[in-house]
């Protein structure tokens, strides 16, 4: 492969992550947003997203890439059952009515920074491919750019009405967000009296298809990073992350996946600042031994590391020190390289 196929693919890859972290946040904003124009905007995209994934996917593939074990449908975590999953999980702040109209408008502008990071990434992708000759890719590119154009101007075309209604709810106090109207809403209604029983096998269901879309490189961090921009305090795996020192956090942090690293690295960012805290993020980030890593077991790992292969056994040995440090994982590695 040619250096030049290389660098395109990588710029693939870096889109691909991006169209997968924006999948799942899509259906975030979804399951909360109520139903209108907006709303609306938001469901055509994902259609959009999960699109664009799959024709990334599928140049991919044409350049040699290889089976990519990206599921662009993401199974169950998709459609009404998701978002009857996604009401559970709403901050509690927001299904008690106080906020709501606040919470849609700062996803609004969230997304605005979302859809201008893909513009800026298909449009380097399509001026590298077009400068090494590759003008399938470059096309590809063009017309993804364009349909992520389109939806920012959408969203900018719903600020003010959004804002709006910011000021109806929390100046002249006439509140016109209503839960009872939002996507997740709308899911749990459709699921009438077998929606506890959908989810109960549903959640098994999103979870392995989280875990297939986190099997594609960078998309842990890129899903983390776009999290991180609209999670409230509630979502983040440090537990009164923000009653803590900045001691306290950087305490905690070997223990985060990359995915949630990258959630507080963006929370942060957003919020205090505190540079000892980002500090430590970017000491402890980096590429797990495989992709999807962090989301197995400490058995599953043990079962991998009894492959014998012992380059592996060294990811595994050099990462696990720097994070969870599990006995059981560490000395499977050892084992692994003791018989190499």
């Known amino acids: 492969m040619s250096q030049s196929q290389q660098k395109v693919l990588q710029y693939l890859n870096e889109a691909l992550a991006t169209e997968v972290g924006l999948t799942r946040v899509l259906q975030s904003q979804i399951a909360i947003t109520p139903s209108g124009s907006y709303r609306t905007g938001l469901e055509k995209h994902l259609r959009e997203t999960r699109d664009h994934a799959k024709r990334v996917q599928k140049r991919q593939g044409e350049l040699g890439y290889g089976n990519n074990p990206l599921q662009v449908g993401l199974g169950a975590a998709a459609g009404a059952l998701s978002q009857a999953l996604a009401l559970a999980k709403t901050p509690l702040s927001l299904v008690r009515g106080s906020g709501g109209e606040e919470k849609v408008l700062k996803n609004a502008k969230d997304a605005c920074a979302a859809e201008a990071l893909e513009i800026a990434t298909y449009a380097a992708l399509e001026r590298l491919a077009r400068a090494v000759g ?51 809403a709308d899911a749990v209604r459709d699921a009438g009296t077998t929606a506890k029983k959908t989810a109960r096998s549903g959640t098994a269901r999103a979870k392995r298809g989280a875990r297939q879309v986190r099997k594609v490189p960078g998309a842990a961090q890129a899903e983390g990073q776009v999290k991180g921009a609209v999670a409230s305090e509630e979502d983040l795996a440090i537990a009164r992350y923000d009653k803590l020192t900045a001691d306290e956090i950087v305490s905690k942090l070997n223990d985060l996946s990359q995915i949630d690293l990258a959630k507080v690295d ?34 599953e790992i043990e079962s991998v590391l009894g492959e014998g292969d012992d380059e592996r056994a060294k990811d595994v040995r050099s990462y696990e020190r720097s994070h969870k440090n599990r006995a059981g994982v560490l000395r499977a590695s050892e084992r692994d390289l003791a018989n190499a």
Do not use: C, F, H
Request: proline share 4%; hydrophobic share 35%; aromatic share 4%.
């Open 134 to 184: 590759d003008s399938k890719t470059a096309d590809l590119a063009a017309s993804i750019r364009s349909d992520e154009q389109k939806m920012l101007d959408r969203v900018l075309g719903e600020i003010p009405k959004l804002t709006d209604a910011v000021v109806g709810a929390e100046v002249e106090g006439s509140g016109s967000y209503d839960l009872s109207k939002t996507g997740a």
């Open 266 to 299: 963006s929370y942060e960012r957003r919020n205090q600042n505190r540079a000892t805290i980002l500090s430590k993020i970017t000491a402890v980030r980096g590429e797990e031994p495989w992709p999807g890593y962090d989301e197995l077991s400490a058995a």
